[in-house]
């Protein structure tokens, strides 16, 4: 297994890579929490572009280094802008990070879901219902036929999800998220509990649209595995200090945003983590 010290310096590693080289990372996402996700971005040195058309989602699946795609709100133009974007990042083998919000809700929503299988998303990131969903979904281990997604929020634990998620990992061959109190990041052989967050966290929307757009970002510059626990890791420390700032979800969201600027590598690979054989 690799060592957590090994972890720790790749993690560094993608911080530094993508502070120095603003990478572009596009996204086609929904319209609640665009603007959220956006700055994330950009706080952590990631450079931002959002599409909503077929030519625009192919175009920055070509030009970007990853692409995050996000199911939150769809719309009729999607059923062509998502596939043919999804087939231009496997085709030329570009990273692509899934948030399957919401998942359960409405004909277009499964059927794109179910489509994406094939494409096989290098990182899944979801909180534990949609994980859990999405393996039910794909006929993986793990998952439920029926989707506990109570609209866009979990109804299940991140340790309901493991099974789960380890089979979705297993199956991309890339690595998945699990959101919560406590997150679980997997590439189905091991996985790593990060700690911190806040809970002001689930009192603001899109803190789960915006980790994806961060993973996305450490994507284009780390294995889906390290962009992943690299962008949890950002999150659960920049939450934790912005709560000791925050007044509420208001002034938190704000303050939420500066300690994503302000955390270094360090910071960032020092926010208590633990690993595990799966
Ligand atoms: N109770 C909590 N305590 C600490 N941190 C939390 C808590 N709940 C969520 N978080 C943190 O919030 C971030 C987003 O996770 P969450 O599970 O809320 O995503 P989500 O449900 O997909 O959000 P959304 O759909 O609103 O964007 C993660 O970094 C996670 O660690
Ligand atoms: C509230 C909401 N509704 C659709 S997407 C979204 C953002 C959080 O997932
Ligand atoms: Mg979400």
Redesign the pocket.
Known sequence: MISKEDIKNRMIQAVETVKRTNPMAGSITNSV?INFVANAQLAVGGSAAMVYLPDEGEFLAEAGGATYINV?TLLPIYEQTLPCTVKALYDAGKPWVL?P?AIGIGLLRTQLLRQFKEYKPNVIR???S?IIALAGLWGLEGGTAQSNVRG???TDSVTDAEIAAVALAKWTGGAVAV?????LITDGSIAAF?Y????F??K????????GGVVAVYATSASPFIAALTA?AA??LA?SRAESKADGPGSFQIAFIDELYKATAADIANNPFEIKEV
């Open positions: 929490t939150g948030d919000v979801g909180n534990a949609e866009v929020d979990s959101s919560g109190k406590t997150d990060s911190g967050g806040s809970y966290m689930e603001i929307t899109g803190s789960g649209c915006s980790l949890t999150y659960n939450a």
